[in-house]
């Protein structure tokens, strides 16, 4: 069960990060982000397992495309030795998943810039 203050940190990432008040980076691991407090750090990290894993028969052709489907998101407080302090792992069944689910998304396209590049399309698609 995830205590009063750890969804106040979740709803206040969530809000500081969709209003561009918080770096994210990318980390060594391919799915993980982080962002630093002064001493203190957050990691966020999204697992996924194949639909075949998870006993649902998706056509082959479609595979390429629906490969994968989030399981579960672990957050993780760390100290300034990278040491972790409290983690919190948010399973798919959990009503919390979706929102979590959401920022991970987000951080994710703010990292790959997506919204820049599809604007820098956009705008060239629209000049010609």
Known sequence: MINNK???????????TKVGKIEWQSTNRKSEFITSFGNSFVTIDRYVHS??????EIPEDQLRLQNY?????EVSIRDDKGKVIEQI?????DPLF?????????IKRS???A???????????KDQ
């Open 6 to 16: 750890i969804r106040e940190l979740l709803s206040l990432l969530d809000e500081k």
């Open 51 to 56: 639909f075949k894993a998870a006993g649902v």
């Open 69 to 73: 489907i989030p399981d579960m998101i």
């Open 89 to 93: 792992f948010i399973k798919r069944q």
């Open 98 to 106: 979706v929102s979590i689910d959401l920022l991970y998304e987000l």
């Open 111 to 113: 990292i790959s810039k």
């Open 115 to 125: 919204d820049i590049y599809i604007e820098e399309i956009l705008k060239k698609l």
